[in-house]
């Protein structure tokens, strides 16, 4: 078995000789965000677009990096594995508290935590189940703040599904780890961005080469009521790519494995990511 490589405030080891402070505010306060960053035949995939989205967060939440001295880990993680195919997980915490507290030290240095792990990307069809959105108010942010997704999915993998997908108050908001696409009057829909949805890297990818090919994607807010009539759906991210939905085994409709617009989709996504 091949050790995991890793980096912890610049130091590069295997991920078991790294240790991490009980008082780290990831530890006390999920007070941190993190990135995955696919690579595929050595190379990382739309990666501007993930550390632009990295710091998005962290100014969101005033945490100070050196995005220079970060993006040159990820690509040192990548470089240093022997893995054609994987992913960089890429974390940043405000640092550690001499006395947890709430209130944190405008003079904290941050803490990096990243390492590389193989990964095969292959389409999987999937069973979903609808649930209410639990989780906080700014998931734009991609917090490491993640309990509410965990709850939901693992009720989800009770009921024998593979993931779930959200709504606050019958809005659809988006999935346990993805965004969400389906047909709605012979319309590619997607729930537009707002606090409550993370900006998906995959996402935008699908919506900007369907665009390239004349295909414009609705988004708008819609409700559970939509997804009851989709003739298609299906989930986007980093590792999930095109993940078309075989059954949503709380509503009561019949979903399209090959439906043309997600074929479309599908086949202008694998030529983003593949070629």
Known sequence: MNQIKAVFNGNFDYIENITVSPLSRA??????????????????????????????????????IDIEKVSNEIKQLMSSSEFDHGYVYYQVTRGQDLMRSHMYSDEMTSETFGY??????????????????????????????????????NNARAHKCDEVIMHKNETLTEAGASNLFFIKDNKICTPALSNNILPGITRSICINALAEIGIKVVEGDFSVNDLKTASSAWLTSSTKGIAPIEN???????????DPHYILCKEAFDKRFFS
């Open 248 to 258: 949503i085994i709380n509503l009561d409709n019949s979903l399209s494995l090959n």
């Open 27 to 64: 530890y006390t306060f999920s007070d941190s965000v993190y990135e995955v960053l696919p690579f595929y035949n050595g190379r990382l995939i739309s990666f501007d677009e993930h550390i632009a989205r990295l710091l998005r967060s962290v100014n969101a939440l005033s945490i100070k």
């Open 116 to 153: 590389v792990t193989p990964f095969v990307f292959e389409t999987k069809i999937l069973k979903v189940m609808i649930c209410e959105d639990i989780r906080w108010g700014r998931c734009d942010i991609k917090s490491t703040s993640l309990l509410g997704n965990v709850m939901n999915m």
